[in-house]
């Protein structure tokens, strides 16, 4: 506004002295109209010889604060650069406010890095679209404003609370080296096979390639069961629904929760998650597991198209699936229910946990409610302690000043 006000004086001042041939009139509208042209040539150099890099981490963890760096860099040879203003553009529905930085000075060929701490209070993806630099400098008249193109792409995980009780998981059928471990159909699938060693189950030879290479070979079976569970999430909630949608939140971060200490402990952990497409990860174990299964959870969003029971009865379940479920929902409605007769069919005893129930509240703690901030690269065996957090690099404050 003071800069429309500056232009209509200048145009006002322009028409007097032409009108009533007054000269100081007239050297007063060359002051104005030169203080309009240096104020947008100051602009115009200052911000095309900026240049701004963004250096992002890959994942975060919602609530807690994570660092995102800029380095900026003055090219001119002789100007300082002052009073820049540098804006974050971040995409449609991000999780999180855009970053903003004001930098007084920048002297000529130099560049600096500075650490800004952020935190996204919900889990999600964060698209970063653009950089926005301005200054209003030398007389405020207008905001000058320059786009630096910088796409870029992060994850935020769920938020990690607290266990209150441990999870358990059954241990299957293991057969034994020397043959002594009982059934032999049933337990297992197949999945190659080997030379004969010796304690091997003789009732597991194959006799056809033992009779093509002139030595025994043996059946190699994959076994069911073991230290393995499956965390199962419908996220199945109608639009506008604020208190479900929270409800759902909340069943998201307790199965992220239960995943990170599930693998610190060394069990195999499958996911599967309704919506479009539907995600299934069968088991496997290893913190190289935990982003891939955290990633899924953090994308996930509300959904309610879907029948997730019908599509669990539509997969294939081969023995080394099977395991104890526990089922995630934002409410223990009839489709909840139906999931979980579905899943106790196919995979093996189910638990259901909605928010608000007492099965919940024994087992999860929200992070908002504990407020402990967990080992990032810790496991912890006790279950009144957090879990785990996926990765150290997120909560990184140390600042990259000689980063270029």
Same mark, same amino acid.
């Given at each position: 506004?003071?800069? %429309?006000?500056?232009?209509?004086?200048t145009?006002?001042? /322009? =028409?007097?002295?032409?009108?009533? @041939?007054?000269?100081?009139?007239?050297?007063?509208f !060359?002051?104005? %109209?030169?203080?309009?042209?240096?104020?947008?040539f100051y602009?115009?150099?200052t911000?095309?010889?900026?240049?701004?890099?963004?250096?992002?981490?890959?994942?975060?963890?919602?609530?807690?604060?994570?660092?995102?760096?800029?380095?900026?860099?003055?090219?001119?040879? +002789?100007?300082?650069?002052?009073?820049?203003?540098?804006?974050?553009?971040?995409?449609?529905g991000?999780?999180?406010p855009? $970053?903003?930085?004001?930098? $007084?000075?920048?002297?000529?060929?130099?560049?600096?890095?500075?650490?800004?701490?952020?935190?996204s209070?919900?889990?999600?993806?964060?698209?970063?679209?653009f950089?926005?630099?301005?200054?209003?400098?030398?007389?405020?008249?207008?905001?000058?404003?320059?786009?630096?193109?910088?796409?870029a792409?992060?994850?935020?995980?769920?938020?990690? !609370?607290?266990l209150?009780?441990?999870?358990?998981?059954?241990?299957?059928?293991?057969?034994?080296?020397?043959?002594?471990?009982?059934?032999?159909?049933?337990?297992?699938?197949?999945?190659?096979?080997?030379?004969?060693?010796?304690? &091997?189950?003789?009732?597991?030879?194959? +006799?056809?390639?033992?009779a093509?290479?002139?030595? =025994?070979?043996?059946?190699?079976?994959?076994?069911?069961? !073991?230290?393995?569970? +499956? /965390?199962?999430?419908?996220?199945?909630?109608?639009?506008?629904?604020?208190?479900?949608?929270?409800?759902?939140?909340?069943?998201?971060?307790?199965?992220?929760?239960?995943?990170?200490?599930? %693998?610190?402990?060394?069990a195999k952990?499958g996911?599967? /998650?309704s919506?479009r497409?539907?995600?299934?990860?069968?088991?496997?174990?290893?913190?190289?597991?935990?982003?891939?299964? =955290?990633?899924?959870?953090?994308v996930?969003?509300?959904? @309610?198209?879907?029948?997730?029971?019908?599509?669990?009865?539509?997969?294939?379940?081969?023995?080394?699936?099977?395991?104890?479920? %526990?089922?995630?929902?934002?409410? &223990?409605?009839?489709?909840?229910?139906?999931?979980?007769?579905?899943l106790?069919?196919n995979? !093996?005893?189910?638990?259901?946990?909605?928010?608000?129930?007492?099965a919940f509240?024994?087992?999860f703690q929200?992070?908002?409610v /504990?407020?402990?901030?967990a080992? =990032? @690269?810790?496991?912890? @065996?006790? $279950?009144?302690?957090?879990?785990?957090? $996926? &990765?150290?690099?997120?909560?990184?404050?140390?600042?990259?000043?000689?980063?270029?």
């Amino acid at each position: 506004m003071g800069g %429309l006000g500056f232009i209509l004086a200048t145009v006002i001042i /322009c =028409l007097g002295a032409v009108d009533g @041939d007054i000269n100081l009139l007239t050297l007063l509208f !060359g002051f104005c %109209l030169g203080s309009l042209l240096i104020n947008a040539f100051y602009g115009y150099r200052t911000l095309t010889s900026l240049s701004v890099r963004r250096i992002v981490p890959d994942i975060a963890i919602a609530g807690k604060p994570f660092i995102i760096r800029y380095t900026i860099t003055n090219r001119r040879r +002789w100007a300082t650069a002052r009073g820049i203003l540098i804006e974050d553009v971040l995409g449609k529905g991000a999780p999180m406010p855009a $970053p903003e930085i004001f930098v $007084p000075a920048l002297a000529a060929r130099q560049s600096i890095t500075l650490a800004i701490p952020v935190v996204s209070p919900r889990r999600g993806r964060i698209a970063f679209s653009f950089i926005s630099a301005s200054t209003r400098l030398p007389f405020y008249l207008f905001s000058k404003r320059t786009r630096i193109e910088a796409v870029a792409e992060m994850v935020v995980f769920p938020a990690l !609370g607290r266990l209150l009780t441990r999870v358990n998981f059954v241990e299957g059928y293991t057969d034994s080296p020397g043959g002594h471990g009982g059934r032999i159909s049933g337990d297992g699938e197949f999945y190659g096979v080997r030379e004969y060693r010796s304690g &091997d189950n003789p009732r597991r030879i194959h +006799w056809r390639r033992t009779a093509q290479s002139g030595q =025994l070979m043996i059946r190699e079976m994959a076994q069911a069961g !073991g230290n393995q569970l +499956w /965390c199962v999430v419908d996220t199945c909630v109608a639009p506008g629904d604020v208190e479900r949608g929270h409800g759902l939140e909340l069943a998201i971060s307790a199965a992220a929760t239960v995943i990170c200490d599930a %693998l610190e402990r060394g069990a195999k952990v499958g996911l599967i /998650c309704s919506g479009r497409p539907l995600v299934v990860l069968p088991p496997a174990a290893g913190r190289a597991c935990r982003p891939r299964l =955290l990633r899924e959870l953090a994308v996930r969003g509300p959904h @309610d198209k879907d029948d997730l029971a019908s599509l669990i009865r539509r997969l294939p379940w081969p023995p080394r699936w099977r395991g104890p479920c %526990l089922l995630f929902g934002a409410d &223990d409605g009839p489709g909840l229910r139906s999931t979980a007769a579905a899943l106790s069919a196919n995979a !093996g005893s189910t638990s259901v946990y909605v928010p608000n129930t007492g099965a919940f509240d024994e087992l999860f703690q929200p992070a908002q409610v /504990c407020g402990v901030a967990a080992d =990032l @690269d810790g496991g912890n @065996d006790r $279950p009144n302690e957090p879990p785990a957090h $996926p &990765d150290r690099s997120t909560t990184s404050t140390q600042s990259g000043a000689g980063l270029n």
